[in-house]
């Protein structure tokens, strides 16, 4: 069993800054991949970035553009997603997540992925 905690979220102005949290506890922690999802209103859930134990990345591509940065804190058993330069698109409810099959595989799909936190908003306003 995995517990996820998501924090960090909020309003904040086109152009700021925000820090996603994602507090982990139950299964040991370097043993399986986190990711960020995202979900915009009425739109379907998007994979925004994903981390193994050994801090491989990947990020989407198509929207992240070298704003969005995920690392991890294993003795915290924690993740993070620092989010520069947001727009007003990047609106949504983001979710981390963990799957528990790989330490080392990056995966993109969210059926790929087992453990799932509450979301935290975050709201960009312009």
């Known amino acids: 069993q995995v517990q996820l905690v998501e924090s960090g979220g909020g309003l904040v102005q086109v152009g700021g800054s925000l820090r996603l949290s994602c507090a982990a506890s139950?299964?040991?922690?370097?043993?399986?991949?986190v990711g960020w999802f995202r979900q915009a209103p009425g739109k379907e859930r998007d994979f925004v970035a994903a981390?193994?134990?050994?801090?491989?990345?990947?990020y989407n591509t198509d929207f992240v553009k070298g704003r969005f940065t995920i690392s991890r804190d294993n003795a915290k058993n924690t993740v993070y997603l620092q989010m520069n330069s947001l727009k007003a698109e990047d609106t949504a409810v983001y979710y981390c997540?963990?799957?528990?099959?790989?330490?080392?595989?990056?995966?993109?799909?969210?059926?790929?992925?087992?453990?799932w936190g509450q979301g935290t908003q975050v709201t960009v306003s312009s």
């Open positions: 139950g299964r040991t922690f370097t043993r399986y991949v």
């Open positions: 997540a963990a799957d528990i099959n790989t330490d080392w595989k990056l995966k993109k799909e969210q059926y790929e992925y087992d453990y």
């Open positions: 981390i193994t134990w050994s801090g491989y990345i990947t």
